[in-house]
Each structure stands twice: as C-alpha cells, then as structure tokens.
C-alpha cells in the first residue's frame, strides 16, 4: 500500500497562491525515505505542546507542518506557510 499526502483547506490555499505543490510532495517523500532509514538531508522536527504528533519540515523560508498516519498510511498536512506565520 502506497502513502498518501491529503492537504487542509489552507495548505491548500497556499500551495496554489505559491505553486509549490512539486515541492511540498518532494519533501514529504524525503520525510519517508528518512523514515525508512536512509540517510537524506532533510530538516525535520518533532513539534510539542499545541502540536503535539505533528512534524514541520523546513525549507528555506517555508514551513510544512504534517501528521503522519501510519495505520492509513496518510500523511495530512495541516498547515504550510512562511517562517513567521505558521505558527500562528
């Protein structure tokens, strides 16, 4: 069973303003090639507190912030945007 990447309204919202979407799908595909054990470059973080079971991915200036299912095999990103404001 392959993975798959489900996207919320404003993950969504941003990735078409932005056209990233080729982007975002390599990183999360980096994400499970490091799951997997292989050894790839990839800024990635466990999140605490609010985001408690989320992981954000950086890169450059922009933030992922996704939650693995690994019963579905699905990979739901909440929220993609700037440094600054995904947080938020």
């Known amino acids: 069973m392959k993975w798959r990447i489900e996207y919320s309204r404003d993950a969504e919202k941003f990735i078409e303003k932005h056209n990233i979407r080729d982007k975002v799908r390599e990183e999360l595909k980096k994400f499970l090639l490091k799951v997997k054990g292989e050894n790839i470059n990839l800024d990635i973080k466990k999140l605490s507190g609010e985001w408690e079971g989320y992981y954000r991915i ?31």
């Open 58 to 88: 950086r890169r450059g200036k922009i933030r992922i912030i996704f939650e693995p299912d690994k019963n579905r095999q699905l990979l739901f990103v909440e929220k993609i945007d700037f440094r600054g404001d995904v947080y938020k």
